[in-house]
């Protein structure tokens, strides 16, 4: 096996980051519309109707609504996004303190993609170390009544 990647790595990564970022533009899209906030590991619902985003032409909403991405690249994979500039800005206290784009980035990807990536990867690999060990050794019906392969057996 090489360090390299392969089609099934490519596709699990694209994957975990598809979901979570969907969910990123789900949460930015509450926040702006309803002031609707998802804290913590247990994901509390927050209601801040303080906090609602008074837009002047719904540019915000509607682009946050098409949650339109593009995840390109292998080795580094790439995520590309096309945010109205001015998201960042809400941020900041003088403009309303909103937490709609740092907060829920990196929240989401620090608690939720990362460690799904790692533990998701190990298992991943796991397996396809297994299909392709049981590739090199297929069983045989007289083999199976052998005691390393029984279910639960491990060596000591």
Request: net charge positive.
């Amino acid at each position: 096996m090489s360090d390299g990647w392969n089609p099934v790595r490519e596709e699990f990564f694209k994957r975990t980051l598809s979901r979570d970022f969907k969910t990123i533009y789900q949460r930015q899209l509450d926040i702006a519309e309803r002031g609707i906030y998802r804290e913590g590991r247990q994901l509390k619902v927050r209601f801040r109707p303080d906090k609602i985003v008074s837009g002047r032409t719904g540019h915000l909403r509607d682009r946050l609504a098409a949650a339109e991405f593009q995840i390109t690249g292998v080795d580094p994979i790439m995520l590309e996004t096309d945010y109205p500039l001015y998201i960042r800005f809400l941020d900041m206290r003088e403009k309303g303190n909103l937490r709609i784009y740092n907060r829920q980035i990196w929240g989401i990807v620090y608690n939720n993609t990362l460690p799904d990536l790692r533990v998701g990867m190990s298992d991943l690999l796991r397996k396809e170390i297994r299909s392709r060990l049981e590739g090199l050794f297929p069983r045989t019906s007289e083999s199976r009544n052998d005691s390393a392969y029984r279910s639960g057996y491990r060596p000591h």
